[in-house]
């Protein structure tokens, strides 16, 4: 199971994060990843808050929400910026698509594309199966929802 699948991606720190389940482990990383961010957020401690409230792991911080930082009492500014730094918006774009044996495919940015599989091609490189032009709405949706397709796919 690959990140995207559990929830968003996170900064590449926490990604990259040997002891994704040690909560002081964790909050060492947030701290170093709010260091980025304006001298008067830094100066909350967010990254104690979250420690504190049990968001000091890499699966809960995948799923942590703008609802979540509100409960906690962040103001909507704060936790707009810890949500970018944690989510970089660059690593949430890449449309997710792979071919499945009836039904769809869903991308990062939370878009479902329903379709059917896409048929084998022959040696000429067009489908085996009649009606392949049934197909072309899916990759006309995936490269209108993500204009970055062509340059990263996630299998």
């Keep these: 199971m690959d990140a995207a699948s559990v ?22 990383v947030l ?8 001298i008067v957020v830094t100066a909350c401690k967010y ?5 504190e409230k049990g ?11 703008r609802a979540d930082l509100k409960e906690l009492g962040v103001p909507l500014g704060h936790s707009k910026m810890i949500l970018r730094v944690l989510m970089p918006p660059a690593a949430n774009k890449t449309v997710k698509c ?17 379709a059917k599989a896409i048929p084998a091609l022959d040696d000429s490189g067009f ?3 009649p009606g392949w032009t ?8 995936s490269l209108t929802l993500s204009p970055m397709l062509s340059e990263r796919i996630v299998e």
């Excluded at 701290?31 to 304006?38: A, D, K, M, T, V």
């Excluded at 990254?47 to 420690?51: A, E, G, M, T």
């Excluded at 792979?98 to 329903?114: H, L, V």
């Design 7 to 28: 929830g968003l991606i996170l900064d590449e720190r926490l990604e990259a994060c040997k002891q994704p389940e040690d909560e002081d482990v964790v909050a060492g």
């Design 127 to 129: 489908p085996l199966r």
């Design 134 to 141: 049934a197909y072309e709405p899916v990759f006309t949706a």
């Design 31 to 38: 701290g170093q990843i709010f260091e980025s961010l304006p």
């Design 55 to 65: 968001f000091a792991f890499v699966g809960e911080l995948r799923q942590l929400s």
């Design 98 to 114: 792979t071919p499945s044996g009836g039904m769809g495919t869903t991308s990062a940015s939370g878009f479902n594309i329903k």
């Design 47 to 51: 990254d104690v808050l979250l420690k």
